[in-house]
């Protein structure tokens, strides 16, 4: 019976960062710190400061090697130079894609959020749009104040009319 409870919680896990089977580490391994890391260091990699800062140090390394003075630990090809930049290439890129991936997810979410807003928009000024209708129809056969008043004067005009032919009838 417990094989049975094991299996169907690995099954149920939405977790989708730890494959199916693998045990979870708990506060070993936190994703969302590491993405919030990764992204630190992706807009850190991005900026002149570090670009000015790695010129630096490369030139620093070459006339080290280049000059006479000390001994050259790292002569002409600069191959152990390469080599710290392979491997900190190796570890950038996946960082970097790690960071467009969670600001995709956030993007993915915010015009979800904003699909949402708009549709609530629309249905709101359609249902506005119809219940402006409807009072239009409404109001489409209520006598206004100025209706009124017109017919009021037609009708005194009509009785101040009338009232002296009947005088002089009599």
Known sequence: MAWFTRLRSIGERNDLSVPRGARVRGSLYDADAFGRYSEALARFLGTGKYLFGQTLFVIFWISLNTAGIINHWDPYPFILLNLAFSTQAAYAAPLILLAQNRQDERDRA???RDRQVAARTQADTEFLARELASVRLALENV???QDLSEHLERLS???????PEKLEDD
């Open 110 to 112: 915010n015009i979800d």
């Open 143 to 145: 006598v206004t104040l």
């Open 157 to 163: 005009k009509l009785i101040v009319d009338r009232v």
